[in-house]
């Protein structure tokens, strides 16, 4: 006999055959179809029992029509459940890695296939399983953190839906958004641009990314970001178009900018809605922290949905990324290092590199001569500003703070970030206790980067790709794209994600008196509660929900009550 279909919901499951059972069960059903009836029992409808289980039958049938018709009113908008969502670590290793390996037999990084997407989350590729002859502190420093049960949750409000109705078909007002800085700096951006288009009940143009300055980067949104998936996976909470409509072309047009930082959504609407109703066209730049940390539930729902599921790469970027990632991972685990040694990084940081008189004399000369460089003003000396830990991690700070960590000498390394101030000889510390260190340029392989050549925002997307699937992610420096990581890692099972502590970290480094094994012992223990546990965003004030997504984003799993 044929199956029937199976008739599903994120919420409830059931088989036609199912549906028709729960029905014959009713005394509704029973009662006026029944064939044989004793005389014993013909009036045991009018019995107490009877009549408390016929008005509990149709308690059920009511509760369960409701459901059913709130659901087809207000569809789940893409949520993310989270019984549906991506498994944790330790589960991956005995469901995932089989299908997984057998996939890098297969292709060796020249396939084309892309990586599993749930929901439009890119799944990395999964942990590995612990074997072999590793010491109790290699075990200890792969072993990745206790998800304590947290998983993406973004169920919106009822209240929530009924606006996008008529928010996601608007047609008369529209927001236009120019995100600058780097990759990581105009996700962020974007992300903000969707909420205040939210806020504000306005359609949204495809943001207009800004030529950078420092890295000449002429790259667009639809040269980075699949543009036709952002609109896709946003339809449900703001309408978003490819261009203004001809009827809304206005000549000249005020673009602000001076936007104050950290905004509520009432003063974007109070500031901004009545221009908006009368001209239709609103033009917004330099985004970058200007929305407020605390928004409403839904409002920080709405950010990790754009920056987890809406902002996904291109598929050449993707799969080339992915591609990437398949060769470092088929060798074994691997370390993530974004290590910040750029020139540009120091000189805005106003941090000196190690690297001696000569290097430091030019990163001192290129403040005074090239201000795009400087973020503001550097009022304080070199000294402070590394005692409060603002500076970044050198070579041999990183070297030093990963085989305190436990790190193996053998392990394999990958370097995300920009060419390094100084060349090798910046890298040597690193390289001469760690010796495989590897770059997305030794990685590819002859012309696979070509196309990607001075288009600095790709080759960053290429690093984020990389680095997700790492068994274990470290920054030597705060920034975007490690706070954008580090919720990206948490929001797919809470990857290992280690946070320096820098400025608990100086005097230690600095102090010629300790030995490894003091210097260790006080590593481990700083650092035991900062390798990517689940962490409460509203521990501490005005946290990013992209960087900490518990609890607005995830929650512990729960059973449906169905």
């Known amino acids: 006999m044929a199956r029937g279909k199976n008739l599903k919901n994120p919420f409830i499951t059931l088989s036609p055959s199912a ?58 908008q893409d949520s993310v459940p989270c019984s549906l969502t991506s498994p944790s670590p330790s589960s991956w290793n005995r469901a995932a890695s089989s299908w997984y390996f057998q996939l890098l037999l297969d292709s060796d990084s020249d396939s084309k296939e892309e990586l599993k997407m749930e929901n439009g989350v890119m799944v990395p590729l999964p942990v590995h399983a612990m074997a072999g002859n590793l010491s109790e502190e290699e075990r200890e420093f792969w072993k990745q953190p206790d998800g304590e049960g947290f998983r993406p949750c973004l169920d919106f409000s009822i209240e929530y839906r009924k606006k996008s109705v008529k928010i996601s078909k608007e047609k008369r007002r529209f927001l236009m958004v120019v995100a600058s800085g780097g990759l990581n700096q105009q996700r962020n951006q974007i992300v903000d641009a969707v909420v205040i288009a939210r806020i504000l009940e306005a359609a949204l143009v495809v943001p207009v990314l800004q030529v950078n300055l420092i890295w000449e980067d002429e790259s667009e949104f639809p040269d980075i970001f699949d543009v036709e998936h952002f609109k896709r996976t946003l339809q449900s909470d703001v309408r978003v178009v490819s261009s203004l409509p001809s009827t809304h072309l206005i000549p000249r047009q005020s673009i602000h900018s001076q936007i104050p930082y950290h905004v509520s ?167 001469a206790k760690f010796p495989n260190l590897v770059t997305k340029e030794m990685l590819a392989r002859e012309g696979e980067l070509s196309p990607y050549t001075n288009k600095s925002s790709a080759l960053a997307a290429i690093d984020y790709i990389v680095s997700l ?16 990581m580090k919720g990206h890692r948490s929001f797919i099972g809470h990857r290992k994600y280690i946070t320096p502590h820098k400025r608990a970290m100086v005097l230690f480094l600095e102090d010629s008196t300790l030995s490894d094994a003091e210097f260790k012992s006080l590593m481990i223990k700083m650092h035991i509660k900062s390798q990517g546990q689940p962490e409460p965003r509203n521990k501490k004030r005005d946290r990013d929900v992209i960087a900490y997504p518990v609890p607005e984003c995830m929650c512990k799993h729960r059973t449906s009550i169905f």
């Open 469 to 484: 699937s790492s068994e274990v992610f470290i920054p030597s420096h705060g920034g975007n794209m490690a706070r954008t």
């Open 19 to 76: 549906i028709l059972q729960l029905f014959s069960l009713s005394p509704i059903n029973s009662a006026p179809f029944s064939s044989k009836k004793s005389p014993r029992k013909h009036h045991s409808l009018c019995s107490p029992p009877a009549i408390s289980f016929l008005f509990l039958s149709l308690m059920v049938s009511f509760t369960f029509s409701a459901v059913v018709v709130l659901r087809l009113m207000f569809p789940p």
């Open 265 to 431: 959504p009432l003063w974007i609407r109070s500031r901004f809605f009545k221009q908006l109703n009368e001209q239709g066209v609103l033009i917004l730049k330099g985004l970058d922290s200007k929305l407020s940390k605390n928004l409403p539930p839904d409002l920080q729902k709405l950010r990790c949905k754009v920056a987890f599921h809406a902002l996904r790469f291109v598929a050449p970027i993707q799969e080339l990324g992915n591609q990437l990632a398949r060769r470092m991972w088929i060798e074994g685990p691997y370390i993530a290092i974004h290590l910040r040694l750029e020139k540009d990084v120091w000189v805005r940081t106003g941090c000196l590199t190690g690297l001696g008189p000569e290097y430091d004399e030019i990163i001192t000369r290129t403040q005074e001569t090239e201000p795009k460089y400087l973020t503001g003003r550097l009022n304080t000396s070199h000294s402070r500003r590394r005692l409060s830990g603002l500076c970044p991690l050198n070579a041999f700070e990183m070297a030093r703070l990963l085989k305190a960590l436990g790190a193996p000498s053998s392990a394999r390394m990958y370097l995300a970030g920009g060419k390094p101030f100084g060349g090798s000889k910046a890298l040597q510390p690193l390289a």
